[in-house]
């Protein structure tokens, strides 16, 4: 078998169907992607990428980026995905665990980095360019328009089996080496198949996907996949367009593009034609749901999703039900069909314990680490317990054992950044002896602030716009922080005088005039 099978025969089946639409006017149709498809995946087999090869893939997200991915997957490739926005340093070093033997570069990022300034000016715009990494025997392969715009007929696919990592993502990390998530040829179909299961039976002819496995989806199940681009209010505007227009009938993303909406007073009432909204990424509250449910015709169903990059979909709740809940925790909901959930309570008197998930789509295992163990469940870090609500057993998050912030719908794993951080704001004079990142509930934004905490090791201190500037610089803009606070000692506990950030977060939300969350 081979893993593009089932997205490029969706297409064989329905060639003129609109399979992919650009908010720029780009379109594709499902034949005219195949045989895209096809012709690049014969380019890239002239120049030598062949099965089991982890090609880094450096193309703007759509068209061309699908076009790309199918190829690799048809040649036999290993796709791999790294998030920009997370600092050059960062990025490098993520790129140097996984050692590429190819970079897929499109040509328009490679112009960006022979013109000087031109990162950092399109950086003041939310637009990340990835550094080009420097790997010893990487390959760099450019793809112009002209590559990505080859058709062939007809291609011979390469044969991978279930057990074959055919896709690389980074989920982060709570340590200096975060985790570097393999996929193999089974686990990737589990993924896209939960996606289907969480949302059910519905009719759905125009789907706005968010993410590159959304597209994937959609193009499986024989539906229209509209990308969207841009970032903060604006990708939201553009969402909303389609919204109103009718184009579009479902959608998933992340909660923070309606909190943008919401929050800029630019939706008031929706059309009937959306039926299905899909939420990511956690938290949503009860308050914004019932905003959002406001908004929305009586047609429509909001789903709210609780998952992870290592296995994708894991419960879904409607937001009715979210709404309704009034007990502690954070209502998750029901575990899909074909996912178990067991609670791991290492205090045999409590009904809170550590979520385990076992699951058809659940990763190969973490790059560089053993592999995943067939009867081996993922422990989430996250704590949960069950209720019956509505004669069902649902899932209720008590809380996090990962010190992880999740703002914007971004996960931000602070461990990776604060030792970069503080080599840094040393490099030029001793300033702090250690730094720290610690999430605050912004209940206006309800999502999460950032907050940056510095231990002063100098009487001699820089301003808060230089400390600013310079996190920005290591962390990039998806991670840099909301507020910076100096302090002449950080709060420790324990014998062993660990790092008290519960203690940080109490201070930080005393001065930012907050409750503890």
């Known amino acids: 078998m081979n893993p593009a099978s089932p997205f490029l025969s969706a297409c064989q089946e329905n060639p003129d169907r609109l399979a992919i639409v650009e908010l720029n006017g780009q379109q594709i149709t499902g034949g005219e992607l195949l045989h895209r498809v096809y012709g690049l995946a ?10 089991g090869d982890r090609v880094l893939v450096q193309v703007p997200p759509g068209i061309d980026l699908s076009i790309t991915m199918l190829a690799v997957l048809w040649v036999g490739g290993v796709v791999v995905l790294l998030e920009s926005g997370v600092g050059d340093q ?19 990022l490679q112009w960006v980095h022979r013109l000087w300034g031109m990162r950092w000016l399109l950086a003041n715009f939310d637009i990340d360019v ?12 450019t793809l112009t328009n002209r590559e990505l715009s080859l058709s062939t007929q007809d291609s011979t696919p390469t044969s991978v089996t279930d057990t074959d990592d055919v896709i690389i993502v980074f989920t ?19 993924f896209l198949a939960h996606i289907h299961l969480a949302i059910g039976d519905r009719p759905i002819e125009r789907f706005l996907a968010d993410t590159p496995p959304q597209v994937l989806y ?48 630019k939706v008031s009432s929706l059309p009937d034609s959306l039926h299905t909204i899909m939420l990511g990424s956690a938290p949503v509250t009860p308050r914004f749901l019932q905003q959002l449910k406001d908004c929305t015709s009586t047609n429509t169903q909001i789903l709210c999703i609780y998952g992870m990059t290592e296995v994708g979909v ?11 809940w009034r007990g502690e925790g954070d209502l998750v909901g029901k575990p899909i069909s074909t996912i178990t959930v067991e609670l791991n309570t290492s205090d045999h008197t409590s009904d809170v314990g550590e979520i385990v998930v076992h699951s058809p789509s659940l990763y190969t295992g973490y790059l560089g680490r053993e592999p995943r163990q067939l009867d081996q469940g993922l422990a989430t870090g996250d704590l949960g317990r069950w209720e019956m609500i509505n004669d069902q057993k649902m899932l209720v998050l008590a809380g996090r054992i990962k ?41 206006q934004r309800e999502d999460e602030d950032v907050v940056l905490f510095v231990e002063w090791t100098s009487s001699d201190r820089p301003s808060l716009d230089w400390l600013h500037k310079k996190a920005t610089l290591v962390c990039g803009h998806q991670v840099a922080p909301d507020h910076i606070f100096g302090l002449e000692q950080f709060p420790v506990t324990g014998r062993q005088n660990k790092l008290d950030k519960k203690a940080l977060r109490i201070y930080a939300e005393q001065q930012l005039g907050r409750d503890e969350g």
Not at 42 to 51: D, F, N, Q, T
Not at 408 to 430: A, D, K, R, S
């Open 90 to 108: 960062i990025y490098s070093e993520r790129v140097q665990q996984i050692a590429p033997k190819w970079l897929l570069i499109h040509n328009k």
């Open 42 to 51: 014969e380019h890239l087999r002239s120049l030598g990428v062949s099965k």
């Open 172 to 190: 982060g990390g709570t340590t200096s080496a975060p985790k570097c998530v393999r996929y193999s040829c089974a686990a990737l179909e589990g």
């Open 130 to 141: 990835p550094p080009i990494p420097d790997v010893e025997q990487m390959q760099i392969i």
């Open 314 to 324: 894991i419960t879904v709740v409607e937001a009715t039900d979210k709404i309704a």
């Open 218 to 265: 959609a193009i499986q199940m024989g539906y229209t996949a509209y990308v969207n681009k841009g970032r903060k209010l604006k990708r939201a505007l553009s969402m909303l367009k389609l919204i109103e227009t009718g184009t579009i009938d479902a959608c998933f993303t992340s909660p923070y593009l309606w909190m943008e909406l919401i929050k800029a007073n």
């Open 403 to 443: 010190d992880m912030i999740i703002r914007n719908g971004f996960n931000i794993y602070p461990q990776t950044f604060e030792t970069q951080l503080t080599t840094t704001l040393n490099q030029e004079q001793q300033i702090v002896h250690q730094s720290a990142l610690v999430g605050v509930w912004n209940p």
